[in-house]
């Protein structure tokens, strides 16, 4: 139940499966792992979950990832999780899993209070340098777009750069 309950949320949410797992791991009695190894278990669960999970956001059409991104953000977190797999390693269980909480109590909260509407990124601060456009329609049936379809297409663009 509790690998179904991870896969669901880790899908629905994006959220990896450290936020059901890790907890319970280490707050059920029936598993009653330490910190240490619910974090080390909850990492090796993510490798398929997140390969399979990402396959399916990135074959959704209406999702956009942007591939740039995503290598620039790898290149931080590799490193990052060598040092942070060496912090945990030297810090006792009862202090790794109250900074465990107080991240899941920031997240959350920043989460709750953060705008609905995600803020648009300007040309000069879109990482992945991307207009966003498309497609332009034609108006009828033969390959031309029309001079005024060609300039809305314009004007809008220039409203998002």
Known sequence: ???????????????????VVVPALALLPFFAFEQKAAQGTALALMVPMALLG????????????????LVFIVMGALPGVLVGTELAARL?????????????????LKMFAASQKPRQLSSSENPAGQNNVSSVETADNNSEPT???TNEVLKTTDRRQ
């Open 92 to 108: 006792p269980n009862h202090v790794l899993r109250k900074i465990f909480a107080v991240v899941l109590a920031i997240t959350a």
């Open 147 to 149: 001079e005024q379809h």
């Open 54 to 69: 990402a396959f399916r956001y990135w074959k959704n059409p209406e999702i956009e990832i942007s591939p740039a991104v």
């Open 1 to 19: 139940m509790l690998g179904l309950f991870a896969g669901t949320t880790s899908g629905t949410l994006g959220i990896g499966s450290g936020v």
